[in-house]
């Protein structure tokens, strides 16, 4: 794990213009114009493609050199590598795949914590050369209908990538993306608003209480705030005490006001330079229509740079090193760490990554693996430490292993006591030797997800980037990163010759002394604390103010709300059409059979040799109790026993025959009916087809044969409370918009119970023998219920493997009628939960209307439009939160404002309250085909061969069948400005708003003049 920074969602780019300001469409004539002003291919013709053949390694396109060119078979797909004249390089992954992907990587090695990077890579996207406005980057959200679009800080890097199916849609993104990157404005005003200033409160009032602002800041005063980032910021700066993973890339609090605006424009001189660029393109589009494109925006303006970027070798210790570090937390009981980590192999070396991969899956990857398996059953902590497992984004990468949820101060040697245990266990693993299976299994793993072609969780064609990525960026082969066959080859000769692993284990870890022991100490005094460091920087900033000063400040702050307050003329930038918007839904193909205690779906997919099983159960005949507990349930489920093994043999039969089981509980509504609410338990997997048949009996004994028991539910119910817990820094918006929903409806209400805080106080009070044993009491009965009712099953495969015999699951179910769960709604009550947060999370929340209702296609664009025109604007740029968002769940009839990582109380409510003002301002055709084309991204995610049928067919059995789905596009490309102002009067009436935040203060005091009183609860 390292430090990346992610915008809260996925933002969309936008299309670019040529040279001149002309709006480039991406059409042919456009690239013959790039052509003709790159000279980069002579004569170049866009209706010749070159072929493989032709582009064989010394070939020269324009200034770029073919360096490779090699077939990667495995994933059907063609690899170049190129070299420009100005020392750039390019990696381009010819595959048939019309998910068009882009991404330039810069290495960036701050040698500070004043976050440099990170606010750079905020305001490269906050206006360029020919885009300049204020936040093309945000601004474009809704002129696109890309499936990916992003921007990443890591701790010795900067990545911009964006994915998109529409051709047009690429090369305007390009343009976009290409334009912030080389040429940014950099502009002294976005430095003050993203990055850190001195403001009064209230700003114009010089005698006000002065205050560091900016969006940067806080948003790392949130971030710093977890465990998990203080102990990453810790990680890096205890093992490679030399280099730039010492200082936080992100920004320390204390010190981003030492970074100047000169800074940071010489930071970008230094780094974003052709010559310091890793360029990566993907799919069915001639190569030669990328490099045109970025050989005209960018290289074609360049000269050669001579950089030095370049990361040493870190010196190795002589003996291992402690650490203690303290983060913000008042949970003294459970709320400390302790990691053990090693520097190891270098990252550049595919091979030594391939195989740190394997001995750390071997020894930490499931259950059953031997080092996770002892720290668990030690009883110490409750679960593995953060940063536990193997990294590569160290360019010499790391190794670590560890507990958390542990208490210090009950116990002073408990730090001892888990190193010891660490280093026994080790110790004891080598001596014994691994067994074979354990390898066997771990590389199985690899190969099945090398193998699975899936745009679940990212676009495929990024997860190809970062497979080979940090490789590349570290001086080695990006080839060898995605061939596995060489380097397991190697792999598996020194294996057969006996101890491999175990040798790893003595030398690379037991004998090594470039080791650091890491505590993670929980200090409840350290927020306090870190609020007067705050007001003691701020005197130290102002203590020789004078008036004119104190003037200057409030003159600065009242222009960069002037400033904020300028309409841009965004007609500068380009923008995809309604046309653009695709009208139709995938209707992939399927097979159904109706069975006593099933309805079973087989979906034809070229799914590479994998295979795919769903099955899924109403269980809305549960009674509530047993609903809260289910998502329990699921967790213990495929971490437990079944079918006559111990969690151990079970986990160990996973992960040899499948690439993963797992379980869930899931709540939605019918199209026509809020209350029409359908509780779901759902148990999925996979395997390669050579295995589908253990698959299927794996499924079998986790629904027929489940085995609990009171010691390993006593692991897995601390283990869940503590990845609960991690998330809350995190995820404080998620939180706080389920405690606002469920006040509103009882599918809201039930999924709070399942899946937000109530869920988490749920699993504090599992802690003595006698309600756990009672938990084991309620899984009892959930099994014997899940076993009487009607099934939905769904196997996708190539079509040589539909015929797999699925009927040792389908036997199982008894097919009782679905029914609707009665779930009572709490109290219409604002609820604010505090935390050790310095930084808060707020949600306001209406129900509307259900997915087939009329109104519901305006919702949708009503909240786009806020989101984009008005949420971005009040709450971040000008307000200081790092996010500001307005959602509506067509599917759930939920419509919500959030912040995230916001500064402010008061001030955000009253802009929640303030948008019906906005929207009846003056608004216009740009603002309406906007929200439009930005609404129906949510309609059409990007899918691929495991999941296009899984949505089909279950979207199907709910009533949300093609034809509804089509009716509800159809409708929104019919929505009027009215239509969203009527709305919005007829379903978001202030009377009936929910009210919840997640905080680190009681908001009352702050928040009585606006009539809000919260019933306030600590985490």
Known sequence: MFYLELHPVCLSAAKGCRPGGEIGSGSRLAI???????????????????????????????RYTVQRSERLPEIDATFYELRHDLGSRHVHIAREDDNLTFTVLFPTVPQDSTGVAHILEHIVLAGSRQFPVKDPFFSMQPRSLNTFSNAFTASDWTAYPFSTRNEQDFFNMLSVYL???????????????EAWRLEFDPIDDPQGELKLQGVVYNEMKGGMASASSQMHRALGKALYPDLTYAVNSGGEPTNIPDLTWEGLRDFHARHYHPSNAYFF?????????????IEAQVMSQFAPLELDVGIPDQPRFDTPKQVEVAYPSSDAATGAQVLLAWMVAPSFDSFDVLRWNVLSDVLLGNPAAPLRRALIESGLGSATADLTGYHDDFRQSAFAAGLKGLSISENADIADSVEALVLGSLQRIADEGIETELVDSAIHQLELSRKEVSNSGWPYSLKVFFRFASTWLYGGDPLRALRLEEDLSRLNTLRA?????????????LDNPHRVRLVLRPDPAMPERQLEEERSRVSALSAEFTDEDRRAVVETAVELARLQEQPDDTSVLPTLELRDIPRGVPRPAYGVQQGAGATVGRAPQPTSGAVYLDVQLNVGALPTPLLDVLPLYAYALTRSGAGGLDYVGLSRRIEAQTGGVSASAGVSTGPDDLDDVRASFTVSGKALSRNAAHLVDIVHDLLAEPAFDLARLTQLTRQQRAGMESGVVSSGHVYARGLATAQ???????????????????????????RLTGLLEDFAEITRALRATRARVLLTATPADLELDLSPVTGLFGGGEARTPEIALPSRVPQARTTDVPVSYHAKSFRAVPYTHRDAPALLALAHLLRSEYMLRELREKGGAYGG???????GGLFGMLSYRDPRMARTYQVFQAARDFVNGPLGERELREAILSASTQLDPLTSPDTVARMRFFGDQAGYTPEVQERFKSRLLEVTLGDMRRVFDEHLHEEAAAYAMVTGRDPNAELAEMGLQFEVTAI
């Not at 990157?181 to 430095?191: G, V």
């Not at 393109?281 to 494109?293: K, M, S, V």
């Not at 010759?497 to 870890?509: A, K, N, S, T, V």
Request: no cysteine.
């Open 497 to 509: 010759q006996g101890g491999f692993f175990e040798r790893m284990i003595r030398e690379e870890l």
């Open 885 to 891: 968002f307005a959602t509506y769940d067509p599917q």
């Open 744 to 770: 509103l409806s009882s599918a809201a209400a039930l999924a709070e119970r399942q899946g937000g805080l109530s869920q988490l106080a749920r699993l504090k009070g599992l802690d003595d023998e006698a």
């Open 179 to 193: 334009d912030a990157a080389f040429f940014p404005l950099l502009r002294k005003e976005t430095f003050l608003r």
């Open 32 to 62: 013959s114009r790039y052509a003709a002003v790159s000279g980069l291919l002579t004569g170049y013709n866009p209706g010749v493609t070159l072929t493989h053949e032709q582009l064989k390694a010394g070939t020269r396109l324009g």
């Open 281 to 293: 393109t993907y799919g069915n589009l001639p190569i030669e229509r990328f490099l045109n494109a």
